[in-house]
């Protein structure tokens, strides 16, 4: 054989051998995405069979700022909006509870690829992404809500100064999508400490850095907030402030990984 079909042997096995791995980690991929939207759906399956207390418990805020004597409701302007309205509570719930799931299969996938030393280091990561997220939705189900609703309501008038009466007739399903959109806007900022701690950690950024651009975080904080919350101050405000608490979190777990990397 020549020496330029050995080449071209040699090269066609070497392609061969690089598209396979790919390819394998593709199928590996799309298997973990398929059971992490499986786990989704079982789970969204199971929640619709309790919607009602699901239901209850998202509204009940709302019911307790409006207090036990008075004649506020929900309503629906479309014969379909109440079903549909289910529907998304049982999804949004659904995602919720399997969250843990998705980090579960992330880390499947990403684990064989890992040294004993990196598994280590990135397991705690792993934990601490759904805890956070978990603590982010009871913040604003336990902190923002029973602040947010009373500020709302207190718009209301009986008609003496207005001359005819403001009355809230919220429709349910924007009641829930706004209730849904703070939980998973909450959820997601609350992962700011593990963002910055694995950048920190791969030396992308620092602490002193970060403590130098603390005045820059301040400000983009409050314009995210002002995004992924009502349009009122109050609001903007009960986001902002955790995410600034922690990102000087951050600060302290990026300094700690910097010293653990000079001492080893």
């Not at 059971?35 to 929640?47: I, P």
């Not at 207390?53 to 009940?60: D, S």
Request: glycine share 8%.
């Amino acid at each position: 054989m020549s020496s330029d079909a050995q080449q071209t042997d040699q090269h066609t096995d070497h392609a061969d051998h690089t598209r396979t791995p790919v390819a394998g980690h593709l199928v590996e991929l799309r298997r973990r995405l398929l059971l992490s939207f499986a786990a989704m759906l079982a789970g969204t399956a199971v929640c619709f069979f309790f919607v009602e207390p699901i239901y209850g418990f998202l509204v009940k805020p709302l019911a307790q700022a409006m207090g036990d004597g008075s004649t506020g409701r929900l309503i629906y302007t479309g014969l379909t909006e109440a079903f549909f309205t289910y529907l998304k509570v049982a999804f949004f719930a659904g995602v919720f509870l399997t969250f843990p799931v998705l980090a579960i299969q992330v880390w499947r996938f990403i684990a064989p690829g890992l040294y004993g030393n990196e598994k280590k280091t990135f397991l705690p990561f792993l934990i601490a992404t759904p805890v956070l997220f978990f603590l982010g939705g009871a913040c604003v189900y336990y902190v923002v809500m029973p602040m947010a609703w009373p500020f709302f309501l207190s718009f209301q008038s009986m008609g003496s100064d207005t001359v005819l009466p403001i009355q809230l007739e919220a429709r349910v399903g924007e009641y829930l999508d706004l209730v849904m959109v703070l939980i998973f806007a909450f959820g997601l900022c609350f992962q700011l400490p593990v963002l910055l701690t694995l950048l920190g950690k791969a030396g992308m950024v620092t602490a002193d850095g970060l403590a130098r651009k603390r005045k820059y975080a301040v400000i983009v904080t409050f314009i995210v907030a002002a995004f992924l919350t009502p349009p009122d101050i109050i609001s903007q405000v009960l986001l902002a402030i955790p995410v600034l608490g922690l990102y000087e979190v951050s600060i302290l777990l990026v300094r700690h990984v910097q010293k653990n990397a000079v001492s080893a």
